[in-house]
């Protein structure tokens, strides 16, 4: 309900990403005409179902004012919808049976009179008792020592203060906090202190417990922050563009890692993290959720970033917290789910509809595989199947780390290779050779190649001459080191389906006049 560097070269243990028709983003069919701001699994109504909010006017084909149902099949309005847009949703049960929370910017529900918030319990639209006094723009259930109560965060209208708005069911109580911009995300957590009500707004983390709100952190860099929780995990994580410190900080600085950890103490780069490619650039997480996969549940995240921190290995705009090996060691990890996701994401959500648990996606010009998806996108979990790499070791073997700069290879599709070298390596010539099969040779130093040396690869694909990099550079993530990248468009075969790939580079060094091999990287491809 509503709920280390690492060496390149992962092979996936167990994520959501994977091959077969299962593992692929798909449209939702007849989904809302226009812009979707705000995704919620809720069960008002029945079964879970999926919960859009935002500004359209028909979904599934028929009207649907700014709200609409989608139990996985079918759309339906909710009533006559709301006069203006929606822009979040909340869950409350305030003694009178669990209801939807619906918030955004309208004056009415369904036909009643309703200032920026309303109530759904699936049948009918309710609002609140007068005295709201915000415009809200976050809201969550508290269950207190003196009862249930529904929090909401907003600023005054006409704007003026920030507040938390409470309410018990009957009246509402205002509690003015020192925050300077509108709260982002609320949520109810427990760091030590008992359940608080904690706050992110573009400035800072607050918390409350029904005394006086307190400053938690301050950064006073304008990023607004956006909280999740994951079943089964203590901590409460923090979503923003980039700017958590490497360790805990009350007061942090602008650094490259989106995804953070509430502590009590302040907060903390979460492990493994998110990251982009070039400096300069935005990395900024806009929605987080949990999601539970086929590993169970996991925590993904939606936003601009494009490599998992401190790797090789590309994302997607969609990606997963999953655990991988690398070299015999298991470790955490954000890999792409399903084939990849493009586009501006722009809300987040997991909804259990007919036995399936979905993902969804809201944004603009959302794509995946080339292919567009509109406005709202779904994929359901599947188990990783046939593509890996690995790495496999030879002799004179060079030290640069020959890897996949994305790490799930598709026949049909492209593969990209990377190879980090040393700074005053930016000038060797290095070629890259692929072939359907390893050789290693009975003395295991491979096949030899004259005026090269052996060449652990038999069944060329690129044929003898090897292929020059696609691109070359420094990368802002490691700007000591210098970045050369293959782009392979693998043959749409089903005979290399499951066959692995090896790919091996050939370094030739002018200055020191030395030729060198790297290990072979293996790849197996799916579809």
Request: hydrophobic letters at 45%.
């Amino acid at each position: 309900m509503g709920i280390c560097a690492l060496a390149v070269g992962l092979l996936p243990l167990l994520g959501p990403q994977g091959s077969g028709a299962a593992c692929q983003w798909a449209t939702v069919p007849q989904g809302p005409d226009g812009s979707i701001l705000a995704l919620f699994a809720h069960g008002a109504g029945g079964a879970e179902a999926l919960f859009a909010g935002g500004s359209f006017s028909s979904a599934g084909g028929g009207f649907a004012r700014n709200v609409a149902r989608f139990d996985g099949a079918l759309w339906s309005p909710l009533g006559a919808g709301t006069n203006g847009p929606v822009h979040g949703f909340a869950h409350t049960d305030l003694g009178a049976g669990e209801q939807l929370v619906v918030f955004g910017d309208f004056t009415s529900a369904g036909g009643v009179a309703a200032p920026g918030l309303a109530f759904w319990d699936g049948m009918q639209w309710s609002a609140p008792a007068a005295g709201l006094g915000i415009r809200p723009s976050a809201a969550v259930h508290y269950d207190t020592p003196f009862g249930p109560r529904l929090v909401v965060g907003g600023r005054t209208d006409p704007p003026g203060d920030q507040c938390l708005a409470v309410y018990d069911g009957a009246t509402w109580s205002a509690h003015t906090f020192p925050g300077t911009s509108l709260p982002c995300s609320l949520a109810v957590h427990d760091a030590g202190a008992g359940p608080e009500v904690w706050i992110a707004d573009s400035f800072s983390v607050l918390r409350w417990s029904g005394g006086a709100i307190a400053l938690h952190t301050f950064h006073s860099l304008a990023v607004p922050g956006r909280f999740a929780q994951l079943p089964g995990d203590p901590a409460l994580y923090l979503g923003a563009e980039g700017w958590i410190a490497p360790g805990p900080q009350a007061f942090p600085v602008a650094q490259g890692d989106p995804l953070s950890r509430v502590t009590a103490a302040g907060i903390e780069a979460a492990v493994p993290n998110l990251a982009v490619a070039s400096p300069g650039t935005s990395h900024a997480i806009s929605a987080l959720a949990p999601w539970n996969g086929p590993a169970g549940p996991v925590l993904v995240a939606a936003g601009t970033f494009t490599h998992a921190n401190g790797t090789w290995f590309e994302t997607s705009r969609v990606a997963a917290r999953a655990t991988a090996w690398v070299e015999g060691e298991s470790v955490d990890a954000f890999l792409p789910v399903g084939a990849g996701l493009g586009g501006a994401p722009r809300a987040l959500c997991a909804a259990s509809l007919g036995g399936i648990e979905w993902l969804f996606v809201a944004g603009d010009g959302l794509t995946s595989a080339g292919s567009p998806l509109g406005g709202l996108a779904r994929i359901a979990p599947c188990e990783p199947a046939a593509p890996a790499t690995s790495i496999v070791h030879g002799c004179d073997e060079d030290p640069a780390p020959l890897g996949t700069w994305y790490d799930v290879p598709q026949v049909g599709a492209e593969f990209q290779v990377a190879l980090p070298l040393p700074f005053l390596d930016f000038l060797s010539t290095v070629r890259l050779y692929a072939a359907v099969a390893l050789e290693l040779g009975p003395s295991g130093c491979g096949v030899p190649i004259a005026g090269v040396g052996p060449l652990l690869l038999k069944g060329l694909l690129l044929g003898g001459a090897g292929l020059p990099p696609s691109q070359a550079g420094f990368y802002g993530f490691a700007p000591e080191t210098y970045l050369v990248r293959w782009n392979l468009p693998l043959p749409n075969l089903p005979a290399l389906l499951g066959n692995p790939i090896a790919f091996q580079a050939l370094i030739l060094r002018p200055s020191a006049g030395t030729a060198g091999l790297t290990r072979a990287l293996v790849a197996t491809p799916g579809w």
